[in-house]
């Protein structure tokens, strides 16, 4: 590999290259724009289109596309070429300010939950100025790759951008309004931060390929435990095997040449289970970069004859992987609001925010679960590997006995630091001030907070922009507490007293213990904290009156927008429903079923043979034998009638119109199915001649690489 200092950004159009490409006052204006402070206009877009289509060139590109991120949780593109003839018929090199800045996109053909219609198409994609644009393909045919929101002919938000957009302009916001109210001046600009950590599998491409269920659901619907899994943890930061070396430090090159900063690469829990994270940036290039880095990791992969697995539950009885979220606050002078920092010199202004996502996570805790609910996060949440789907925070005993005694005075031993602060024996805070825990779904973790629910496939955007809208909507209540303080020699003591009263209203979502143990249901029960089980439990949360408000007010997504959200989310559901089942009844039925019948001859055949040649009355000698043979008819029996079962609850569920009423139905009816057909093949599995099984086993999934 390259020097990773001469090849990092090597295809990423930087500022910085920008900068070098056009006049100062066309760069000095396009930093307006992206400030909002002004609009783009054409002359402008002209000069950087041109700027970048040459750059694009000399790098090997021939195309251009707009990059955006439907609601499927995947990335969309659409390739143009630079290619353009002149009046008078000279082949040329062109690309315009007009398809810098917009595209044009069929919106029938993407999941629109009946905002657009088949024979309203029109949709547009718009330039995201935000986002560097980059370069992606085989050396000789590039594409210039121009990351941009997707949005219907009215202006409604038809992907994961528009809302992340609208929700770092509704938190940057109220976040300045609640620092201004404090007393601070100087800071012009608050950024979202994230950094996203991946998980992921590797198995060999052949063992994928010969398996329809990983192939057609990402996951495997049989398969049976081996005898060893993950019980000895000689997998988690083991050593790397070559070939997984060879793959990730192309994965890392690939990915440092797009300007991603690829940090950390380790072996997860799991057999062939990895992780990458990449470094943290503001939220919107954060969230790009990740689903630019989970395109990346499929074909760099497929390069080296492996299949990546992002399905959040590959495999039974495993851990199965998440994709856990670092959010922040910073301002444009570097200060992190979610620094604790000395809290002796009378950090008031941590201890607010920090109040402010108690608050707004207590208050929508079930909005943050929903951004969680998918079918895959279903089979993963609760396990003993991922957080349950009770949302809670973890803060630490130091910070919680921080919260608990503010407003408690000593004025015999900390008299300066109390009247000051308002708080009982305050300790001097070092930078971590709580140890982690992993089990908790919404971590403090020394300046930023850890959203661990999030399912290894889907999109950042969607737990990034709903944390943005509920602390946005909590800070707009501070900043109105605040700025209503005429006299600012009290604003410290309306800060302790606001921190003190909403600390223990919220109080109850704060969770320092194991979530992993089963008491803390009952225990979180007795709280008043919602458990939202799985995603059809979920899903009504998008459309409840108090959601809209709540989005609405914040200007983030509208009542249509919403209910499009939750239509296609529910589609979703039963899309992919439709997908194992059917794959499951076409498994059993096609593969395992005749495997078995061809396996039982043959013991049955073998049985016979003996029976001829040792003499009737030797029969006990093949006792043993028939035994086996009974066991698998017996268990062949079972799956036959398992298999009918669920055809008959396939058939009922695909003829319920209403679509959260079939995703309920498969939810309660079809799901225990699957796992009832599952138990009795894997029962089989285990009785059957290895060679005679249909398609790989576990061993064969997590143990050759």
């Not at 997860?268 to 880095?293: C, G, K, R, W, Y």
């Not at 001030?433 to 661990?452: I, Q």
Request: one cysteine or more; a negative charge; aromatic letters at 10%.
């Amino acid at each position: 590999m390259n020097n990773m200092l001469e090849i990092f950004g090597k295809f990423h159009f930087s500022e910085l290259e920008l900068k070098s490409r056009v006049p100062n006052s066309i760069f000095k204006e396009f930093k307006a724009v992206q400030r909002g402070e002004k609009e783009l206009s054409i002359s402008v877009a002209e000069v950087i289109a041109n700027a970048a289509k040459n750059w694009a060139t000399e790098n090997g590109a021939t195309h251009f596309t707009h990059w955006f991120q439907p609601l499927t949780d995947l990335t969309a593109e659409k390739h143009e070429s630079f290619i353009s003839i002149s009046s008078d018929g000279n082949i040329l090199s062109q690309f315009s300010g007009k398809e810098l800045i917009k595209g044009e996109s069929d919106t029938s053909s993407f999941p629109n939950g009946g905002l657009r219609s088949t024979f309203e198409a029109r949709g547009y994609t718009a330039w995201d100025l935000s986002s560097p644009m980059f370069l992606r393909g085989p050396e000789k045919a590039k594409s210039l790759y121009i990351p941009t929101a997707f949005i219907g002919y009215n202006g409604e938000a038809l992907d994961k951008k528009v809302p992340l957009l609208r929700s770092i302009n509704a938190v940057t916001e109220q976040a300045l309004r609640v620092k201004k109210a404090l007393g601070d001046t100087q800071t012009s600009k608050i950024e979202v931060t994230l950094g996203v950590e991946q998980e992921y599998f590797l198995i060999e491409k052949e063992f994928w390929e010969k398996r329809q269920d990983l192939m057609l659901c990402g996951r495997t619907l049989f398969g049976s435990l081996p005898p060893k899994g993950q019980e000895m943890n000689d997998h988690y930061y083991g050593t790397l095997k070559e070939k997984v070396e060879r793959f990730m430090a192309e994965l890392d090159s690939e990915l440092w040449q797009l300007g991603v900063m690829a940090k950390t690469k380790h072996n997860e829990v799991a057999p062939n289970q990895f992780e990458l994270a990449i470094m943290f940036a503001t939220a919107n290039v954060a969230v790009d970069q990740n689903q630019l880095s989970m395109d990346v990791i499929k074909k760099v992969a497929d390069r080296h004859g492996l299949a990546a697995l992002l399905h959040e539950k590959p495999f039974s009885k495993v851990n199965g992987s998440g994709k856990h979220c670092n959010w922040s606050l910073a301002t444009n002078l570097g200060e992190n609001l979610f620094d604790p920092g000395d809290m002796s010199k009378d950090n008031l202004q941590f201890l607010v925010f920090l109040t402010a996502v108690i608050e707004a996570v207590d208050k929508y805790s079930h909005v943050l679960r929903v951004s969680t609910a998918t079918p895959g996060n279903d089979h993963r949440l609760g396990g003993h590997e991922a957080p349950p789907a009770i949302i809670s925070i973890f803060l630490g005993e130091q910070l919680q006995d921080i919260l608990e005694n503010i407003g408690k005075i000593n004025t015999a031993t900390h008299e300066q630091t109390m009247i000051e602060l308002g708080a009982y024996n305050f300790p001097k805070i070092p930078k971590d001030v709580s140890d982690r825990n992993r089990t908790s779904p919404f971590a403090f973790t020394g300046n930023k907070f850890e959203y661990r629910m999030p399912g290894s496939s889907a999109s950042p955007s969607t737990p990034t922009f709903i944390i943005n809208t509920i602390v946005a909507d909590v800070l707009r209540d501070y900043a109105d507490v605040l700025e209503a303080v005429e006299d600012k020699s009290k604003v410290k003591q309306e800060i302790i007293k606001l921190v003190k009263e909403r600390y223990n209203k919220h109080k109850k979502i704060i969770f320092n213990g194991n979530g992993y143990d089963g008491a803390w249901v009952e225990a979180a029960k007795e709280r008043g904290l919602k458990n939202l089980r799985n995603t059809v439990e979920a899903l009504p949360t998008y459309i409840e009156e108090e959601t809209i408000n709540l989005f609405e007010r914040n200007k983030v997504l509208s009542r249509a927008e919403l209910n499009s959200i939750f239509v296609v989310y529910t589609e979703r559901y039963n899309k992919q429903l439709n997908i194992e089942t059917s794959t499951a009844i076409r498994m059993a039925r096609n593969e395992i079923y005749p495997a078995i019948m061809r396996y039982m001859n043959n013991i049955a055949t073998s049985i016979n043979s003996i029976r001829e040649a040792i003499g009737v009355e030797n029969e006990e000698m093949i006792e043993g034998d028939k035994k086996h043979l009974n066991k698998v008819l017996n268990a062949k029996i079972h799956l036959r009638t398992s298999l009918a079962e669920l055809e008959n609850d396939y058939a009922k569920a695909v003829s319920i119109s209403d679509e959260y009423e079939r995703a309920k139905f498969y939810h309660f009816n079809v799901v225990p199915r699957l796992a009832h057909l599952k138990e009795w093949a894997d029962v089989l599995e285990l009785l059957c001649e290895k060679t005679i099984w249909p398609f790989p086993v576990y061993e064969d999934l997590l143990f050759k690489l």
